[in-house]
């Protein structure tokens, strides 16, 4: 990332923030924009809110690309969605909450892949697009199932809904992108 890492405190800021967020959209209430003077909060960056049940299992995961807003809104805005617009998942209940794990991954911008040898699985994340499809999948994931390049370009490719090895196509555009990645923040007595 081309911005200096957050500390703790900034971390825990925006830990705080997707939590309200989450417990906010879970209890169909109405969400209130975050407040802070702090410019690495204030900054404009991507990131994705990822949820994840007590086993471990994905129960929502949204995000924006793009850096068109601070970091503390995309954050909290990132954190209701997973929690009530994944389509994967009906809407997360109250009942829910506890024990709800949440992490935050910020995106520095992605950059374009001349070359497949350019991205390395678990450092990188990966965009692909050809026309109306784009796929996303996160650095983190192609550690979690120790993909290789290729592996990890068609598992992007399937996320957009191409098929298997549709990234050779010239007219696919693939990018790359870092994140920094923290969180395992269980929201408890929500």
């Given at each position: ?7 703790q ?19 169909g209430?109405?969400?209130?924009s ?9 900054r ?38 997973a929690a009530t617009?994944?389509s ?9 909450l ?5 992490s ?9 892949v ?6 390395v ?6 965009i ?35 098929r ?27």
């Open positions: 990332m081309s911005e200096e890492p957050l500390n405190a900034q971390r825990e800021e925006l830990l705080k923030i997707a939590r309200a967020a989450v417990v906010t959209a879970a209890r209430e109405r969400q209130i975050p407040i802070t003077n702090d410019p690495a909060l204030r404009k960056a991507g990131a994705f809110v990822t949820l994840t049940e007590r086993d471990g299992k994905l129960r929502g995961c949204i995000g924006y690309i793009g850096a068109d807003r601070p970091l503390i809104d995309t954050v909290a805005q990132a954190a209701a969605a617009r994944d994967r998942f009906p809407p997360l209940s109250p009942a829910e506890e024990g709800l794990g949440i935050i991954s910020v995106l520095s911008p992605p950059k374009p001349r070359e497949i040898g350019q991205i699985p678990g450092h990188h994340g990966l692909v697009r050809k026309g109306y499809w784009q796929g996303l999948l996160l650095p983190q994931v192609a550690a979690r199932y120790g993909w290789d390049t290729e592996r990890f370009l068609d598992e992007t490719c399937l996320k957009a809904g191409m298997r090895g549709e990234w050779r196509d010239p007219g696919v555009v693939i990018e790359c992108f870092t994140a920094e990645v923290f969180g395992d923040y269980e929201i408890e007595n929500a």
